[in-house]
């Protein structure tokens, strides 16, 4: 079973193959950062214009590196949802036309699935179930992964994202658009304790986050102050544990309300160093081993919905009988696109 994935949901268009028994055999990405900088964020009509022109391009480079043609593909995986109507559109109309031209089964896959399965691209990938931390700059959730298919939302936030919070606090910092990064980096120099962040949500039961009031904190603290480069790096680290240290103690109740024995940390914010080495920590504790994928596999890709697709093609589980996109979708929720 041999399976290419597009994926166009934001600013990245990105392509791979996915081989059943053979493992992931290439993948290809281009970056739109660049083109996004100067306008401070992602630019959605920009963003679906420049996946049109990459597309073709990619699949071309992807199909050449793992050394495939359209008779040895067996089907077609490409992103759904959630994501930006129009950037998705391009690469379901892509897909659509690739699969009527190739003969081969069109597969809508769910981005934020492909996120989750992610960590099965490693050497040493987890096996169903797991619990999942899905931190990115579009979604929180601590999802129960029973299978393929199988997701329960345990918590996920009532606002903003971690990633968000991370980049609308960079821009306060007066860092470059995406601003995660570059704030995770400033944050090494900081000192611990030097600004003390409330920790949202920590003071009631349950297992959802909010992170607006914490980005509305880092702001105050800003408020009046000269930002020289001490201040901005101290700023960053009081704002970055504060984070960290909330991802940590949900991850924390998780475990322990499910019983759950292998954790998975998925999506942008998850290449985080300092969030993988606190929850090695807290997955210890309570008995359980930690999975990430690369960091390459972080971020949205391609190789997570060849998987993705492949998965769900060897067990005839096929998307309805249209090919379309939908700008929301919640995970787990039943229907097709």
């Not at 399976?3 to 791979?16: F, L």
């Not at 028994?21 to 009509?45: F, N, T």
């Not at 821009?171 to 304790?193: C, D, F, I, T």
């Not at 999506?267 to 690369?294: C, D, H, I, K, M």
Request: proline share 4%; hydrophobic share 45%.
């Amino acid at each position: 079973m041999r399976v290419i994935g597009i994926e166009s949901s934001c600013d990245e268009t990105a392509v791979a193959v996915f081989d059943a028994e053979q493992g992931l055999l290439s993948h290809r990405l281009y970056s739109q950062i660049a083109m996004h900088q100067a306008y401070g964020g992602v630019v959605p009509e920009l963003a679906s214009r420049d996946h049109v022109k990459r597309l073709l391009p990619l699949v071309r480079e992807a199909l050449a590196d793992a050394r495939s043609d359209r008779q040895s593909i067996d089907g077609i995986a490409y992103t759904a949802g959630p994501g930006l109507i129009g950037a998705l559109l391009v690469g379901a109309g892509f897909a659509a036309s690739l699969g009527l031209a190739w003969g081969k089964p069109v597969l809508g896959i769910h981005h934020l699935e492909g996120h989750l399965l992610a960590p099965l691209l490693e050497p040493n990938p987890p096996d169903f179930p797991f619990l999942a931390l899905l931190v990115s700059g579009g979604h929180t959730q601590l999802v129960d992964v029973a299978g393929l298919g199988e997701y329960r939302v345990l918590g996920e936030t009532l606002d903003d994202a971690a990633g968000e919070a991370f980049d609308k606090t960079a821009k306060l910092l007066g860092l470059p658009y995406p601003g995660g990064a570059a704030l995770s980096q400033l944050a090494e120099a900081g000192r611990s304790g030097a600004y003390v962040f409330p920790r949202p949500m920590l003071d009631r039961p349950g297992l959802n986050f909010s992170f607006s009031g914490l980005k509305t904190a880092a702001l105050v603290a800003l408020r009046g102050r000269v930002l020289d480069e001490a201040t901005r790096a101290d700023v960053a680290r009081g704002f970055q544990e504060a984070v960290i240290d909330t991802l940590a103690e949900k991850c924390r109740r998780a475990l322990a309300a499910t019983g759950q024995r292998r954790l998975v940390i998925a999506g942008g914010v998850g290449a985080n160093r300092r969030l993988r080495e606190r929850l090695a920590v807290v997955a210890q504790s309570a008995g359980a081993t930690l999975y990430f994928p690369r960091t390459e596999f972080c971020t949205d890709n391609g190789a997570m919905i060849a998987l993705a697709g492949c998965m769900r093609l060897a067990r005839g589980m096929q998307s309805a009988g249209f090919v379309g996109a939908r700008a929301n979708w919640e995970l787990g929720q039943s229907g097709g696109v």
